[in-house]
């Protein structure tokens, strides 16, 4: 299969880079990273022609791969009916529901194997802001295999969280990293990209978690294979249309996988002082 055609200079619009205080700002180059953006979708009719146009309005040089679990609402046809208006919408229709990590590994192998130099994931209801992207990609050119949209550094916010929201989230990141060794302020943050070199390493039919899970997961398993992460500052917003796909078990199933592969951690480097004795 031939590698697709990286973007030429001309085809490359202005981009955002981020300053020290953490606010974006507009600068031309062009970029050496082609990316796909994977939108998993399940009932995202009311929001899907939006954020598509957003998408493709932020970042034209990318392509964007719905993958759509079976949605009863006919957001597929909907995201397709927009692609021929735009161009450059793919759509991966899956037969049933499988879950958010599944949907994301699903996109992640498809861009590996159409020759996609990053795979970008985020949400299609909007709680990630279509105009972060290009500081995400250009994280990307500046070295980093794993940039992450943060809500946690300096100039990330979540304006619309409660205390105690807010609290939970906090809390769960500050755990996952010192329990797993992370370093990364937002393990949790669904709004990402990820370099094709990183994904090669990463063996992604072991990685199995879901929601918050599959977050943490692919950044521990990203530290694990020696990635540089970057984090970068993004405004996080409840969803305004649709219902939430988050429950308490995606939240109860994150803590304790969390606790599972750091016991993991401890144990692994008491074998192998046991093996050596």
Not at 30 to 55: F, G, K, M, Q
Not at 138 to 145: M, P, R, V
Request: net charge positive; glycine share 10%; charged share 25%.
């Amino acid at each position: 299969m031939d590698r697709p055609r990286l973007p030429r200079a001309a085809d490359v619009g202005p981009r955002f880079s981020r300053p020290r205080s953490g606010t974006a700002r507009l600068v031309s180059y062009a970029s050496a990273v082609r990316p796909l953006v994977v939108l998993p979708t399940y009932n995202e009719a009311v929001n899907i022609d939006r954020v598509l146009r957003l998408v493709r309005s932020s970042l034209p040089e990318a392509t964007v791969l719905v993958v759509d679990d079976g949605s009863p609402d006919g957001t597929a046809d909907l995201a397709e009916k927009t692609g021929a208006d735009i161009g450059g919408i793919e759509v991966l229709r899956r037969p049933a529901k499988s879950g958010l990590g599944s949907a994301y590994r699903a996109g992640f192998r498809w861009g590996l194997a159409h020759g996609f130099d990053a795979c970008v994931e985020m949400d299609a209801d909007l709680s990630h802001d279509p105009a972060a992207l290009p500081a995400l990609v250009a994280a990307l050119d500046d070295g980093a295999e794993v940039a992450v949209g943060s809500r946690y550094v300096p100039g990330g916010t979540i304006p619309t969280w409660s205390w105690h929201r807010r609290l939970l989230s906090r809390g769960g990141n500050v755990y996952a990293s010192a329990l797993l060794g992370l370093g990364v302020a937002d393990s949790t943050s669904g709004f990402r990209a990820y370099r094709d070199s990183v994904l090669r390493r990463i063996d992604l039919d072991r990685v199995r978690a879901d929601g918050y899970g599959f977050q943490i997961e692919m950044t521990y398993r990203a530290r694990q294979a020696g990635a540089p992460i970057a984090e970068v500052p993004i405004s996080f917003v409840d969803r305004v249309d649709g219902e939430s796909k988050m429950s308490l078990f995606i939240v109860v199933e994150a803590l304790a996988l969390v606790t599972w592969w750091g016991l993991g951690r401890l144990v692994s480097p008491a074998r192998r002082r046991v093996g050596q004795s």
